[in-house]
């Protein structure tokens, strides 16, 4: 089965009826490897890319594995930049990724459940007006955001709102989370359980790629 067939199998709601769909040929990897992430460049070195258009939109297809149990992601092109709103780290992986927006036999990663991972359209994610809409959280217990929101953006949409936030100037990264049942994670000192929230042991964005992107490596 080729990837693309694979894809649409088990992410049905992608492709909605009517829309025309143009799938290119299955090419092995080509792009550089990115020094600051060694685990994700070890990944797409073992990918295989399927350029596809759905409805005039393009994406790129990167499944790997064995042929009885392949997954990936479905993302966005590349699009390299100079500086801007992002991270260091993520800037880096704009040049060869563009994010991701689905996932097929996928394990069980921070990227679970995302509708937009690392893409433009999450760190166009208003982070201030977020947190000024859930304020009551901390009014609630006597308490003040105790971030500069501006100094945040998301870089990745869970499909129930909560948001991953990385702090623009060294990586940090945040969790706001009203709506989780998530282990492994601390409230931010000055914060009520479900706000604002640090990974632990993942305190950073590098951190995060390099730990979801060994959670997809082959066994």
Not at 109 to 117: D, F, H, M, P
């Given at each position: 089965m080729r990837d693309w067939a694979r894809f649409v199998d088990e992410v049905s709601w992608f492709v909605e009826p009517g829309q025309a769909v143009v799938v290119g040929e299955a090419l092995p990897w080509s792009r550089p490897?990115?020094?600051a992430l060694p685990v994700l460049s070890g990944l797409l070195r073992s990918a295989t890319l399927t350029p596809v258009s759905v409805a005039d939109t393009p994406y790129e297809l990167l499944a790997w594995g064995p042929p009885d149990d392949r997954r990936g992601w479905l993302c966005r092109a590349p699009h390299p930049v100079d500086?801007?709103?992002?991270?260091?780290?993520?800037?880096l992986f704009w040049q060869?990724?563009?994010?991701?927006?689905e996932t097929f036999g996928a394990p069980?990663?921070?990227?679970?459940?995302?509708?937009?991972?690392l893409t433009a359209e999450a760190q166009r994610v208003r982070v201030a007006d977020v947190l000024r809409d859930y304020a009551w959280l901390w009014a609630d217990d006597g308490l003040t955001i105790p971030i500069d929101a501006d100094e945040y953006y998301a870089a990745a949409v869970e499909a129930n709102g909560n948001l991953t936030l990385v702090r623009r100037e060294d990586g940090r990264l945040l969790l706001f989370a009203p709506d989780h049942a998530f282990?492994?994670?601390?409230?931010?000192p000055g914060c009520p359980p479900y706000s604002l929230l640090t990974i632990d042991e993942i305190p950073d964005l590098a951190t995060w790629i390099e730990v979801c992107a060994a959670a997809f490596q082959q066994p």
């Open positions: 490897p990115i020094a500086g801007g709103p992002v991270a260091e780290v993520h800037q060869v990724c563009g994010g991701i927006v069980d990663t921070w990227w679970s459940n995302q509708n937009e991972v282990s492994g994670v601390t409230p931010l």
